[in-house]
């Protein structure tokens, strides 16, 4: 009962571009709260690589700056993930991510704690 899907993924060569997809399952999931993609290699812990809030502010790790662009449909509730020039340093299962809407000390608010995950979808770059 994934929540979150993604895909996009594939392989690539150094250099080239792909466009990762994340569809949530319903609209609370993946339009309410912030949202993000990580990026898990073998052997490496698992890696932030960008975030969006609802307005559409985002943040990106330093190396995913310039190369990479997130951005999100409310309406449609997806997140996408615009990855050009990449490198072979990028491989990995990258994932999508969103804040959990809670109910907390009297109102509704969003929570990093306990994201709402989706299954991952593999990237390959070669060089």
């Known amino acids: 009962q994934a929540q979150l899907v993604e895909s996009g993924g594939g392989s690539v060569q150094a250099g080239g571009s792909l466009k990762l997809s994340c569809a949530a399952s319903?609209?609370?999931?993946?339009?309410?709260?912030?949202m993000g993609w990580y990026r898990h290699a073998p052997g490496k812990e698992r890696e932030l690589v960008a975030t969006i809030s609802i307005s559409g502010t985002t943040t990106y790790a330093d190396s995913a700056k310039g190369r990479f662009t997130i951005s999100r449909d409310n309406g449609k509730n997806t997140l996408y993930h615009q990855m050009n020039s990449l490198k072979t340093e990028d491989t990995a299962v990258y994932y999508c991510?969103?804040?959990?809407?809670?109910?907390?000390?009297?109102?509704?608010?969003?929570?990093?704690?306990?994201?709402?995950w989706g299954q991952g979808t593999q990237v390959t770059v070669s060089s």
């Open positions: 319903s609209p609370y999931v993946g339009s309410v709260c912030e």
């Open positions: 991510a969103a804040d959990r809407l809670r109910f907390d000390s009297g109102s509704y608010a969003c929570t990093g704690e306990n994201k709402h």
